[in-house]
């Protein structure tokens, strides 16, 4: 029987992706959400390492307190982002990063090259990879 190599996350990642700053902007964080089509972004500093991620989610739960999304564009969209995310390498296997998003309720996750961010994973890229690399095997 031969054995396959698993596949990692290097593999799978979305590599062009928009990112944020610690000084941008709510305003500027939902428009790249709309233009790249993408429901959550990692805030990176300024050696690219992520310090943030910032959701769809995290934006709806403060319009939802406030009532009022208009009045939040000019600050900063790092206020409303989870600090310190969860992160993986580049190396790790994917089905060991979907097992850790489920268990930990992440829908996206920063995946790094020695610390620095080289893309993200959604949950549904690891499901599809997975999908795939077992139709290939069969």
Do not use: C
Request: hydrophobic share 50%; charged share 20%.
């Amino acid at each position: 029987m031969i054995q396959t190599k698993a596949m990692i996350l290097r593999e799978v990642l979305h590599a062009h992706i928009p990112t944020l700053t610690s000084e941008s902007t709510v305003r500027d964080a939902v428009d790249k959400m709309d233009v790249y089509q993408f429901p959550a972004l990692v805030v990176v500093d300024i050696d690219l390492k992520p310090i943030a991620v910032l959701t769809e989610g995290d934006l709806s739960r403060e319009v939802a307190r406030r009532d009022n999304f208009v009045s939040m564009a000019s600050e900063p969209a790092y206020v409303y982002a989870t600090k310190d995310p969860t992160t993986a390498d580049v190396n790790q296997e994917i089905s060991d990063a979907l097992h850790r998003m489920l268990s930990s309720g992440l829908t996206i996750l920063p995946v790094t090259d020695e610390g620095v961010l080289a893309g993200v994973v959604l949950r549904v890229d690891l499901m599809q990879a997975l999908m795939m690399d077992a139709a290939a095997g069969a």
